[in-house]
């Protein structure tokens, strides 16, 4: 059974910055996908980046890329989302996800979720 812990969201002004981190534990797989989602009131879910740990092979949202780094961390299973340059249109609770199940990790078939956490950028 894996477990996600998340935290680091916050509110912060637009061009702030904020980092995400997601703590997995409980697997035993040498490598996992690894993303974070997000979902504002009103809005589907959306894929915001992703992470083969295996190879640090690291995919971004159009609408983030350039802004938003995805990265293994230094604490042992650990993936960081470091938002920089934040619009209001990034409000959102954000939510890790591990291990995924099947097709594009935009998809979000993931076997596992974190709690989410909360960014507020106000203009």
């Known amino acids: 059974q894996v477990q996600l812990a998340e935290s680091g969201g916050g509110s912060v002004q637009a061009g702030g910055s904020l980092r995400l981190s997601c703590a997995a534990s409980?697997?035993?797989?040498?490598?996992?996908?690894m993303a974070w989602f997000r979902q504002a009131p009103g809005k589907e879910r959306e894929g915001v980046a992703a992470?083969?740990?295996?190879?640090?092979?690291?995919f971004y949202a159009d609408s983030v890329k350039g802004r938003f780094t995805i990265s293994q961390d230094n604490a042992p299973n650990t993936v960081a989302l470091q938002l920089n340059n934040l619009k209001p249109e990034d409000t959102a609770m954000y939510y890790c996800a591990a291990v995924k199940l099947r097709g594009s990790w935009r998809d979000g078939a993931f076997g596992y979720w974190g709690q989410g956490t909360q960014v507020t950028v106000s203009s």
């Open positions: 992470i083969w740990t295996g190879r640090n092979d690291t």
């Open positions: 409980g697997y035993t797989y040498p490598a996992i996908w």
